[in-house]
């Protein structure tokens, strides 16, 4: 199973949804994590996704994502 599937499937278990994950490599480290996810916070007067991205308000850290993908 991919990375990306992984972190799919355990922000999933983890109740997190309306956010997006953009990487062109592995997601191994809080890093990489930090730099690739995105909470949607809402939209603009465009209709355009408002993004996220302090990890202090993800909702998620990568510890529990990262224990989440282990048990995957």
Excluded: C, H
């Amino acid at each position: 199973m991919s990375t990306i599937k992984k972190v799919g499937e355990a922000l999933e278990v983890l109740g997190i949804n309306q956010y997006v994950v953009r990487a062109d490599a592995l997601i191994d480290t809080e890093e990489k994590f930090n730099n690739a996810f995105r909470k949607i916070v809402g939209v603009d007067e465009n209709e355009n996704s408002i993004e996220e991205a302090d990890p202090s308000k993800f909702g998620v850290t990568w510890s529990q994502v990262k224990a989440e993908m282990e048990k995957l």
